[in-house]
């Protein structure tokens, strides 16, 4: 069983920072990509910022060059660095992993998720 744990979620102002971490656990035998999604209240889920085994990074026009996006690939573990938030960056944010683990085939899982409130 693959779990993807997330943390670093919380209240801040505008323009303010965070940084979310998250670390997937559970006999993996590779990683493919690991990643940032959120969702807000009332709309679909929507991809943050993602990065690849091949060091290739995608992230959303909304936040490409506020948020920045890293990865300890040995270690199986994202992180996402907000800078300048603002309050429409307020959702859930959920961890995504594309790896494969012993016995089964390459597939997507995700974390539990966390909240960040951007408000004064």
């Known amino acids: 069983q693959v779990q993807l744990v997330e943390s670093g979620g919380g209240l801040v102002p505008p323009g303010g920072s965070l940084r979310l971490s998250c670390a997937a656990s559970?006999?993996?035998?590779?990683?493919?990509?690991m990643g940032w999604y959120r969702q807000a209240p009332g709309k679909e889920r929507e991809l943050v910022a993602v990065?690849?085994?091949?060091?290739?990074?995608n992230y959303a026009d909304s936040v490409r060059g506020r948020f920045t996006i890293s990865r300890e690939i040995a270690q199986d573990r994202v992180y996402l660095q907000m800078n300048s938030l603002k309050p429409e960056d307020t959702a859930v944010y959920y961890c995504?992993?594309?790896?494969?683990?012993?016995?089964?085939?390459?597939?997507?899982?995700w974390g539990q998720g966390t909240q960040v409130t951007v408000s004064s």
């Open positions: 990065a690849t085994s091949g060091s290739t990074t």
């Open positions: 559970g006999s993996i035998i590779s990683n493919n990509a």
């Open positions: 995504y992993a594309n790896l494969r683990r012993f016995g089964r085939p390459l597939q997507d899982y």
